[in-house]
């Protein structure tokens, strides 16, 4: 996996705990460059042991602004965009980015468009949250739909894209997907700059797993980590885990249920990057369906950690990961709170 630094020819040093900068930004000098950034405290999120699962840890991304890791990616984009003097951001989504993008677009004065299908967002206390902070809501007849009509916007209203809309589906905006290294650059340093042996994340179309393989790539080969940890990508469906299988660059689409409750992890078909991404950290893959998330999120609740469904698959992994007999060290990348 290719990885490139924005400032030529300096080598960025390791930050001290000294530094002030309480956010992803104290992370500045691995980002695209800015002119000012659009922020709401996003990042630096705990890294928390679990008391009833030794030897697994928590990067808690519900310490965000909006309870989701999906700030780390609005605060970039929102910011590109605003730099770039767009006027519109718009999203595909009914759930966790919808209402941060919706946030820091308020924060930045930008008008937000969210493309929501027919029936409405992920709950009434949702769609009253995004109205609040002015975004306009409309709604496709289709999931597929809510593509076409961004797309749509990007071509002929001059929107800026937060999330995908492409077919078969890539990464949501780069600039924005960049944010989310510094993920691996935190785990990295509130470990002492060593890394756990395995890193659980809840994938979809795997941004955020494509992102720290990256992140931690980097820097190993600034020299900070002797390597890169292990990823387990959990998912909803199986497309990500037959291409990883079965030697495949392009997943291929899964069926989709009529219903689907865990809807964070809910797109059928995976991305090529999500399957590199797997591969270069000799990673793995597991699918679980709604009723092993439900016991998965009913067995962290029942230990004080209320998190999302989707959420709970990272925990589900690490459980998974110590059944296979796994000695050493786990992180869970827990990505929201609801």
Not at 291 to 320: F, I, K, N, P, T
Request: a neutral charge.
């Amino acid at each position: 996996m290719s990885v490139e630094l924005h400032r030529e020819g300096t080598s960025p040093q390791r930050p001290t705990p000294a530094q002030t900068d309480k956010s992803m930004w104290k992370w500045r000098e691995f980002f695209p460059p800015l002119p000012s950034r659009v922020s709401l405290g996003e990042g630096d999120t705990p890294l928390v042991p679990l008391r009833h699962m030794p030897g697994v840890w928590v990067k808690d991304e519900r310490a965000n602004p909006t309870g989701s890791f999906k700030d780390r990616m609005a605060s970039m984009a929102v910011s590109w965009a605003q730099a770039q003097g767009f006027g519109t951001v718009a999203v595909a989504s009914t759930g966790n980015a919808a209402v941060s993008t919706a946030a820091y677009a308020a924060a930045a004065g930008l008008h937000c468009v969210i493309l929501a299908k027919e029936g409405g967002t992920a709950s009434p206390e949702m769609e009253r949250s995004l109205r609040a902070m002015g975004a306009e809501i409309r709604f496709s007849e289709s999931w597929h739909g809510r593509w076409t009509e961004l797309e749509r916007g990007v071509r002929e209203q001059g929107w800026y894209p937060i999330s995908n809309y492409r077919t078969p589906p890539v990464s949501s905006q780069p600039v924005g997907v960049r944010a989310y290294r510094s993920l691996a650059y935190e785990i990295a340093a509130q470990r002492d700059w060593s890394v756990p042996d395995w890193i659980a994340v809840p994938v979809s179309r795997g941004d955020a797993l494509c992102a720290m393989v990256a992140g931690f790539d980097e820097i190993r080969q600034l020299g900070w980590i002797p390597r890169v940890p292990r990823m387990l990508a959990v998912v909803r469906f199986p497309s990500l885990h037959e291409a990883v299988r079965n030697g495949r660059e392009q997943p291929l689409p899964s069926e989709y249920p009529d219903r689907v409750e865990a809807l964070s992890i809910s797109d059928p078909q995976a991305t090529a990057a999500a399957v590199r991404a797997v591969r270069h950290s000799d990673g793995d893959v597991l699918v679980l369906d709604d009723d092993d998330l439900a016991r998965a999120q009913a067995e962290a609740a029942s230990h004080g950690w209320l998190v999302e469904l989707s959420s709970a698959a990272a925990l589900a992994g690490a459980a998974e990961l110590q059944r296979r007999g796994h000695t050493g060290d786990i992180a869970a990348l827990v990505t929201a709170a609801r």
